[in-house]
């Protein structure tokens, strides 16, 4: 027996409301992120994940608010993301009830970010936030880079020799997002995955490209250890429980 | 059940108010508090803990967090330590090249787990053994772990009059203490406040014991 297969949904946060439409029977308010999450982890959700998108300094204290009144509510792991750009950052989240955090675009500018988040409060609590992008760039040894802006920008590093440094630097685990799958519903990119799964030894959530039930359990295969999706879940496409079912079909031990 | 007081120790150490809301879910009246004497007086005492086993055994002692838990458990005063506040009822922990003291409650040490994958994050089952108080009605749930560093037993050679620990274990990658119910003192590798429904029956289940 080893840990079960998670099932995660995302939800992006901005100014206090989730953006990108929910489309949820039975919620008084389907763009409360608390009414989301609680609802979610009523329906078999291992964990929830937030996403500030907020740009200024008041939407973050929004977003802090958000994160108590989940917390309050909400007795499932809470991982939340989103212009995290330093040790104090990861503080105030956590103190609000956030169990994990994820690091983006922070740490690749400034990656002794992660020694100081890790060495303060653990590894446990640090998720690198991955954008990949397919390329044949040079300095992509791996064939794909990390890719910043929502996949508009490259940063010009390849993805697996980062997601290696920044494991050696203290992450505990990563969320691997294909920007070439990201919104398509062509299914997680497997060659990604099992890139990463080779090189490190934390745990890889598998995010971009869910669309059909099918599409989980070959992410498993090869080597995720989590499964994150957004717009399916939340336009109720496909209902975690069903995803679990699925998975449990294939041979793969899930929760409820 | 809503008279009872529960206290957690604040030491600087992790994300302290799910384990309040989780108590004030059940109805429990939980303080987060560094404070001596409320430690000391409150039906329940809750030993949290995240990150490094040393940095946590500094921050307990700072605050006289081993003094508390000892002088608890002599009173037969109940104490629930979670994460690393179980691990640090162990004699010692080791890290990387550090090897660090703990509060020496029960023998042994905690060590890296040796799996494929760690840390060991995620939901998992226990092997619940029969006589359990706290896990009646959820021997066939699972709970949220987070860590890379377990207790791999815990044997107790004591006195065939003394209360023999009941030792509950699960597997990741290897077999470890996943939790222990020992007289007055309890403890989870798992975080039960992070564990659902199944995690906050378990809280009412050990607040039903105080």
Redesign the interface.
Same mark, same amino acid.
């Given at each position: 027996?080893?840990? #079960?297969?998670?099932i995660i949904p995302c939800l992006d946060v901005d100014q206090g409301r989730v953006v990108k439409g929910v489309n949820f029977q039975n919620l008084k308010d389907a763009g409360d992120p608390v009414e989301l999450a609680k609802n979610y $982890?009523q329906n078999g959700a291992?964990e929830i994940t937030f996403l500030d998108i907020s740009a200024s300094r008041n939407d973050r204290k929004t977003m802090i608010e958000v994160i =108590?009144k989940t917390?309050? +509510?909400v %007795? /499932?792991?809470l991982t939340v993301g989103g212009g995290v750009r330093s040790v104090s950052d990861v503080d105030t989240l #956590?103190? $609000?009830? $956030?169990?994990k955090v994820s690091v983006n675009t922070s740490a690749l500018s400034n990656p002794s970010l992660i020694n100081e988040i890790a060495a303060? %409060?653990?590894? +446990? /609590?640090l998720v690198i936030s991955i954008d990949a992008k397919r390329t044949n760039s040079e300095y992509a040894k791996s064939g794909f880079e990390i890719t910043t802006h929502g996949g508009t920008k490259s940063a010009e590093v390849d993805a697996i020799s980062w997601i290696k440094e920044a494991v050696d630097r203290g992450v505990? =685990?990563i969320l691997l997002n294909s920007m070439d799958r990201d919104g398509t519903k062509d299914g997680f990119d497997l060659e990604l995955i099992e890139l990463a799964r080779q090189e490190v030894? /934390?745990?890889i959530i598998a995010s971009g490209g869910a669309g059909k039930l099918s599409d989980f359990a070959p992410a498993v295969k090869a080597g995720a250890? $989590?499964l994150l999706a957004a717009s399916i879940f939340h336009f109720a496409e496909i209902s975690i429980l069903e995803v679990k079912n699925q998975l449990r079909a294939e041979g793969i031990k899930t929760?409820l | 059940m809503a008279t009872k007081k529960i206290s957690i120790l604040d030491y600087g150490s992790g994300n302290l108010r799910s384990a309040q809301k989780a108590f004030q879910q059940l109805g429990v009246s939980a303080e987060i508090t560094s404070d001596y004497e409320d430690s000391l007086n409150s039906d329940g005492f809750v030993l949290p803990g995240v990150g490094a086993f040393g940095s946590c055994m500094s921050g307990i002692n700072a605050v006289r967090g081993n003094e508390i838990v000892d002088k608890r458990l002599a009173g037969n005063r109940k104490v629930l330590g979670i994460c690393v506040g179980m691990q640090v009822m162990f004699e010692k922990g080791f890290e990387n090249e550090n090897v660090s003291p703990g509060l020496g409650q029960w023998p042994g040490s905690v060590e890296l787990l040796e799996a494929q994958i760690v840390p060991h994050m995620g939901w998992n089952y226990l092997e619940v053994n029969p006589e359990t108080q706290i896990f009646k009605g959820l021997e066939d749930q699972s709970f949220y772990f987070v860590h890379s560093y377990a207790a791999k037993e815990l044997e107790m050679n004591t006195h065939e009059k003394f209360l023999k620990p009941i030792v509950h274990y699960a597997t990741h990658g290897e077999k470890f203490v996943a939790s222990v119910e020992n007289g007055p003192l309890t403890a989870t590798q798992f975080h039960p406040e992070k564990s659902g429904d199944a995690g906050l029956q378990l809280l009412k289940n050990w607040v039903a014991t105080l």
């Open positions: 027996m080893t840990s #079960l297969i998670r $982890a291992d =108590e917390a309050d +509510q %007795f /499932v792991p #956590l103190r $609000a009830g $956030a169990d303060k %409060f653990g590894s +446990q /609590v505990g =685990e030894n /934390v745990p250890n $989590a929760r | -």
